[in-house]
């Protein structure tokens, strides 16, 4: 097709060194700075999270003694409640990245013809940097988004749209020099020249990109949709465990820091965080629209953190919720019961009914309990009788009486460390 060939664009595609317009759209300081900020958050989050989730274990292995941790203190305190928090976070993070990535490179992409090498190759590190966020989120709450994975498939689909765009965007912005092109080129010298075969382009580092980012994501979505649950102890069920470990303790390390290093070892040669590496015509440190919101996206992370924090912590008691609808009284008392335990007690207390009294319960499974109109019986049916857990008790993580440990309900961020 013409338009990917830049038909009708005439550019000297022999010059070097060439003066370079500036585009803050793409390489403004906002731009840039929302991208990295974003991406080492994410990192830092992740490392948070993974120690979270390890933190009895690792207490363990130091003190060389079983530690746990008192479930009996305020729950805010816990491994548990910080690494849940903290998860919303960085899939925030994530959700942020997945949008401004795809902005980015969409916009690259349609106006590939008149951007220079200089500008698409920043474009393909700051996609660069929004795969290591995806990768890092999807090995850290690998089983958020298994046991999730239709709730999950929006934001699966968008980042594998993302992937595949960086695919396409790195692949010229590191072979360019194959074609006989410098960073001051059009790119659209790249596309009306001979470009470089497949074999010359995969000994570059675009090779390793391919590698770890496909395949890094490609594990995780297999596991969501593709491979079945396997039976403990088999042989397959250990291969996949110790594939998950290299995932998680080798492939996402190497590749982020690996991401982070190149993206900032390149972006650092911009106008908008020092020298640029050509020469530019124009400003790219103005503030404007576009740099001001990149940077104000990183609030969003920050109230998704600080929403899981109220609610986490106190949302035990509200009889309404964020939404500002009434909790059901009836399935939900001041002291925390779960609703499997409290539907238990009431089947039980029904059972015990029909033994103690006359009375018969009649109706539904789910309706209201009520007398047979019978009138040769004239008693009346027994009241159940509910164990309600202490009110000192940790609604979340409390115990009930006899000393007994209510269970808990599990995260859907924590991860399984059995």
Known sequence: MGVFKCQGYKYDCSARNQVVDANPDIAGVGVIVGFLSTTCLAFLVTLSVLFLDRYNRIVTLITKTHYAHDERGPYWRSPAFWSRVLS??????????????????????????????????????????????????????????????????????????????????????????????????????????????????????????????????????????????????TAWARAKKVGAAFRTWVITPVYAIYGVYMAATMLSDTQALGNPSVRMNGSENEWGFGQFLPVLLLALPVFAGWESFWEEKDDKDKEVDRFGRKNNCAS???????????GAAVRQGEIEGKGAGTGQVTGGGTGTPRLNDSLASSSSLPTPTLIVPSPTASPRLGAVSGGERRPRTPSRFEEDLR
């Open 88 to 233: 919303r976070n960085l899939l925030a993070l994530a959700d942020t990245q997945i949008m401004t990535g795809l902005a980015v490179q969409f916009t690259a992409v349609l106006k590939h013809c008149e951007l220079s090498i200089y500008h698409f190759q920043i474009v393909t590190e700051l996609a660069f940097l929004t795969t290591v966020t995806h990768l890092l989120t999807l090995v850290t709450l690998r089983n958020y988004f298994v046991q999730n994975k239709w709730i999950n498939l929006p934001r699966i689909f968008f980042m594998a749209g993302n992937l595949g765009l960086l695919g396409y965007t790195s692949y010229i912005s590191y072979t360019y020099d194959l074609a006989g092109l410098d960073l001051s080129s059009r790119l659209a010298c790249f596309y009306q020249g001979q470009r470089p075969e497949f074999k010359r382009a995969f000994q570059t580092k675009w090779a390793l990109l391919l590698v770890g980012a496909i395949g890094g994501h490609t594990a995780v979505i297999l596991a969501m949709y593709v491979l079945p649950e396997t039976p403990e102890g």
């Open 332 to 342: 939900r008392s001041n002291a925390g019961l779960l609703d499997v335990e409290k």
